[in-house]
Every structure is written in C-alpha cells, then in structure tokens.
Antibody, heavy 117, light 109 residues
Framework: EVQLVQSGAEVKKPGESLKISCKGSGYSFTSYWIGWVRQMPGKGLEWMGIIYPGDSDTRYSPSFQGQVTISADKSISTAYLQWSSLKASDTAMYYC??????????WGQGTLVTVSS | QSALTQPASVSGSPGQSITISCTGTSSDVGGYNYVSWYQQHPGKAPKLMIY???NRPSGVSNRFSGSKSGNTASLTISGLQAEDEADYYC?????????FGGGTKLTVL
C-alpha cells in the first residue's frame, strides 16, 4: 500500500525553528515528486512547493519562496518542510502528497503546527 | 498566479445531481488537461476524486465525473448521498506550479 506518514503535531513560539517530516512507503520514493500544501484554519488549500527526491530538484510557489525550505533524504524515504523563524501566521495544517504526473495522491494525514507566544 | 475560482457553496437533495465549476485562465485550466478534484471531509486529509479532467481513480464512485470547456472545469456528482457532504477543491497543474481553487462546500439537504 502506498502511504505517506507525517510527523506529529507541534506547538512552537514565534521565532523558533521547526522541521516536519513526511515518510513514504510502498513505492519507489525516488521516482515521484512530493509536494507540500498549507491549509490555514478554516481556509482552503495552498500549494507551497515540491521536491523530486531522486535528485532533490525543488520548486517553490512564489508565495512561499524564501519563507520555508523543502528537502528530502532518499536514504530514509523522507521529505521535510522547515522554517528557520516561525511566525504566528504559520499556524496551519500542513499536508504532504505524492504527485503522479499532474495529480496528488495519496496525501499524508497532515501535521498541525501551532505558533503562539 | 491567482487561485482558481470556485463557488463558495452548493447544495442539493439526496438523489439529485450537482455541478461545481472551477474557472481559471488559458495559462492553467484552459491550457492543459491537468485538472484534478479533491474531496475533503472535516478534520481529514484531501482525497483524489478526479484526475486529468475526467479520469476516476480506482475506488471512486462512478457518481463522480469531470469535464472541461475552455478555461472552466466542472465536477458533477450524480445521485447525491449524505456522505458526499464535504469540501471540494479543484487543482490545475502547469509546468511551473500547481494552483488550487478556493474550495466549495457541498451541503446535502
């Protein structure tokens, strides 16, 4: 079964750093792009960026370029999303998802990030 | 790039059919047959319902269908059931990015 399992919920203070993870299983991790999607409370889906674990080629949405860093460790089939200095406005649910040509499937279960002083 | 445009809400009675529209531009929806649709129930991760405009993944009911005309894609759900009540998002893939629609809340009356 193809599966993406994300790391657990996080509670952080403004200014702190954070790295969340997304572990793939059941398929060749290096052969598919992994994307990250933000969903702020009560809002819609926003595409943040995407990485190809095979060669670490990474693309960012202009809205998130410079705000986050996407990386991957193909040796452990895991993709990451990280912040160097969190803001309250980063409070959201974050999903990873595998891209097949043009669509995302499956999705991880989501990681809730709460940033509050 | 702006998000794709969807109606904020639609509703229908059990057994009826509804259609959700998704409007973009010739640079995204109209330029590629790369429109997908996702269903999201409260507190759950999105689930792929339609890919590449009109293709249904294995396991998705044939009550769900997709189409496209020009810069507007559509998702049609026939024979509405209570379990179809959810948020629905369209998405368009381009060579440089992925766009999502703002989402449509489907209420089954």
């Amino acid at each position: 079964e193809v599966q993406l399992v994300q790391s657990g919920a996080e509670v952080k203070k403004p200014g702190e750093s954070l790295k969340i993870s997304c572990k793939g299983s059941g398929y060749s991790f290096t052969s598919y792009w992994i994307g990250w999607v933000r969903q702020m409370p009560g809002k819609g889906l926003e595409w943040m960026g995407i990485i190809y674990p095979g060669d670490s080629d990474t693309r960012y949405s202009p809205s998130f370029q410079g705000q986050v860093t996407i990386s991957a460790d193909k040796s452990i089939s895991t993709a990451y999303l990280q912040w160097s200095s969190l803001k309250a406005s980063d409070t959201a649910m974050y999903y990873c998802a595998r891209r097949s040509r043009s669509w995302f499937d499956p999705w991880g279960q989501g990681t809730l990030v709460t940033v509050s002083s | 790039q702006s998000a794709l445009t969807q109606p904020a809400s639609v509703s229908g009675s059990p057994g009826q059919s509804i259609t959700i529209s998704c409007t973009g531009t010739s640079s995204d929806v109209g330029g590629y047959n790369y429109v997908s649709w996702y269903q999201q129930h409260p507190g759950k991760a999105p689930k792929l319902m339609i890919y590449e405009v009109s293709n249904r993944p294995s396991g998705v009911s044939n009550r769900f269908s997709g189409s496209k005309s020009g810069n507007t894609a559509s998702l049609t759900i026939s024979g509405l059931q209570a379990e179809d009540e959810a948020d629905y998002y369209c998405s368009s893939y381009t060579s440089s990015s992925t766009l999502f629609g703002g989402g449509t809340k489907l209420t089954v009356l």
